[in-house]
């Protein structure tokens, strides 16, 4: 587990280090890790002992010193340090195929696929009523969603990320909407209906929070191009807009090329 800031880190090449208090290794060399940024790449892993640590381990790791680096390795102090080497292995390649749009002998897969995890589940058939769900009501939150199906939200949440493997839903600062691969495969299934229309741009990253996104929401700021017509200032004005989202929102225009409105 990484913290937005950390990620953030990993993508732009200025953390390639992270320290954890683990029994044993929880990940090896070669893992490929897929995050909100995209995928990270354990490079390697190796035990270390504490009074080891220095000042360039801090900053490659993203801590602010040695001392908070040591701080945040206080729990737990009956387990070994792990050095974990990182480096940014790219963009999810989910997000290509969420745009790929299946044909015929591949939508025949895909509902091979669907029909074996309902098949499979305890609580029986699930996968096109998840779909339709999130289909009419795109950017509701995951609770909600669980609780007009009559579900657990875990229960839910884990569902809907074997839809998300699969590339037919995508995760949004809150709540979900089906990929343009998704809804091919349920208007096969339930004939085509209308839509909304898709908002272009890049939707709001998952790490500003969602008191933030509700903010942003709330004025019509749905994409990072919307937000880049903003000045920073009355952005940090609304309730619900704090620093670390302002933080997270600038950063993330910049992977685009862009920034706050002067």
């Known amino acids: 587990m990484m913290r937005p800031a950390e990620l953030d880190g990993v993508r732009a090449g200025t953390v390639d280090l992270a320290f954890r208090r683990w029994d044993r290794p929880r990940v090896k060399a070669g893992t490929r890790l897929r995050t909100a940024v995209g995928v990270v790449e354990v490079l ?6 504490l009074s080891r ?3 360039e381990d801090a900053r490659r790791a993203g801590a602010a010193s040695l001392a908070a ?4 390795l206080a729990a737990r102090a009956d387990r070994p340090v792990f050095r974990v080497g990182l480096s940014y292995g790219g963009a999810d390649p989910r997000e290509a ?3 790929a749009i299946p044909d015929a002998a591949e939508i025949a897969t895909i509902l091979h696929q669907l029909d074996r995890l309902d098949a499979a589940s305890a609580i029986g058939p699930w996968t096109r ?13 995951a609770p909600d969603l669980a609780a007009e199906l009559g579900r657990e939200t875990l229960d839910f949440k884990k569902d809907v990320r074997k839809l998300k493997e699969r590339g037919l839903t995508e995760s949004l600062a809150i709540g979900y909407r ?4 998704g809804e091919t495969v349920l208007d096969h299934e339930d004939g085509p209906r ?5 908002r272009t741009g890049t939707p709001l990253p998952r790490t500003i929070g969602a008191p933030a996104t509700r903010a942003l929401r709330a004025v019509d700021v749905h994409t990072l191009e919307a937000v880049s017509g903003w000045t920073r200032a009355d952005l940090a004005a609304l309730h619900g807009v704090g620093p670390i989202a302002l933080e997270r929102l600038e950063t993330a225009m910049a992977q685009l090329g862009l920034g706050y409105a002067t």
């Open 129 to 141: 009523a998840t779909l339709r769900i999130i289909d009419r009501n795109p950017e509701v939150r």
């Open 44 to 49: 390697s892993v190796e035990q270390v002992a």
């Open 69 to 72: 680096l040591k701080e945040a």
């Open 178 to 181: 089906l990929s343009p691969r």
């Open 53 to 55: 640590l220095r000042a």
């Open 97 to 99: 195929l969420r745009a």
């Open 194 to 198: 209308e839509r909304a229309p898709r």
